[in-house]
């Protein structure tokens, strides 16, 4: 029993918790949470959300692993320093890009998902052969985890989740993203363009703001105790 409880206790760590607070407030009106939203308007909503967090779910693996392997290839040291400089920027930049954000304007993020989308659907339009996966897999599927893979890649969450698994458990981070991402994605598939409607961009991006900068500070009151 206190094996198992021991188990449990390194799964749902600090890791955890902040991966999947990381994971929702920034994943809310973001690109792919739009892509999601916008794709289940058009097709299927099992289907959308089969593709769509396929993508996340896979991109959070690998960027945990990304993260848990740094510190085997570069000094422990410099890792936590830089994923405690990452934090701090991330969180500076949220804060100042929803300062300057105009309160008329309202989740940007939408109409360029659209653009892109309608964009996406026309060269498929034009299309006289399916591509071999377009055979074997739903084009449905494909289009959504295609499309969310992309634009998740490079994107805030997924540097962030990087960087916490430099300090913090893999399967902890693992977890706790995956969860995040399959709240977001459900609610998108749902009824994402609604409930974006009733949240404030700058409200939501101040709040994320602040998460972050939470994260440098804690980061930083507890350095890892390897040296350089």
């Given at each position: 029993m206190e094996a198992v409880s021991g188990m449990v206790g390194r799964v749902v760590d600090g890791g955890f918790y902040k991966s999947f607070a990381m994971v929702v407030m920034s994943e809310i009106g973001d690109k792919t949470f739009f892509i999601a939203a916008i794709m289940a308007m058009r097709h299927s909503r099992s289907r959308v959300l089969a593709g769509a967090l396929g993508a996340l779910v896979a991109m959070t693996v690998l960027s945990a692993a990304m993260g848990w392997a740094a510190p085997n290839l570069i000094s422990k040291y410099y890792t936590s320093l830089a994923a405690t400089l990452l934090f701090f920027f991330f969180g500076a930049r949220l804060l100042y890009d929803s300062y300057k954000l105009d309160a008329s304007e309202n989740w940007g993020e939408l109409a360029e998902v659209e653009a892109e989308l309608k964009e996406h659907e026309d060269a498929d339009s034009k299309k006289k052969r399916k591509s071999v996966l377009e055979r074997v897999l739903d084009p449905v599927i494909l289009e959504a985890f295609s499309l969310?893979?992309?634009?998740?890649?490079?994107?805030?969450?997924?540097?962030?989740?990087?960087?916490?698994?430099?300090?913090?458990?893999?399967a902890g981070v693992t977890l706790g993203g995956v969860l995040g991402h399959s709240i977001c994605t459900t609610i998108a598939v749902l009824g994402g363009r609604h409930f974006a409607a009733q949240l404030s961009e700058r409200t939501v991006g101040m709040a994320g703001g602040v998460m972050f900068l939470l994260f440098g500070f804690h980061s930083l009151l507890n350095p890892d105790t390897d040296t350089a």
């Amino acid at each position: 029993m206190e094996a198992v409880s021991g188990m449990v206790g390194r799964v749902v760590d600090g890791g955890f918790y902040k991966s999947f607070a990381m994971v929702v407030m920034s994943e809310i009106g973001d690109k792919t949470f739009f892509i999601a939203a916008i794709m289940a308007m058009r097709h299927s909503r099992s289907r959308v959300l089969a593709g769509a967090l396929g993508a996340l779910v896979a991109m959070t693996v690998l960027s945990a692993a990304m993260g848990w392997a740094a510190p085997n290839l570069i000094s422990k040291y410099y890792t936590s320093l830089a994923a405690t400089l990452l934090f701090f920027f991330f969180g500076a930049r949220l804060l100042y890009d929803s300062y300057k954000l105009d309160a008329s304007e309202n989740w940007g993020e939408l109409a360029e998902v659209e653009a892109e989308l309608k964009e996406h659907e026309d060269a498929d339009s034009k299309k006289k052969r399916k591509s071999v996966l377009e055979r074997v897999l739903d084009p449905v599927i494909l289009e959504a985890f295609s499309l969310t893979f992309l634009a998740e890649w490079g994107d805030r969450s997924q540097l962030a989740t990087i960087g916490l698994a430099t300090q913090q458990s893999m399967a902890g981070v693992t977890l706790g993203g995956v969860l995040g991402h399959s709240i977001c994605t459900t609610i998108a598939v749902l009824g994402g363009r609604h409930f974006a409607a009733q949240l404030s961009e700058r409200t939501v991006g101040m709040a994320g703001g602040v998460m972050f900068l939470l994260f440098g500070f804690h980061s930083l009151l507890n350095p890892d105790t390897d040296t350089a």
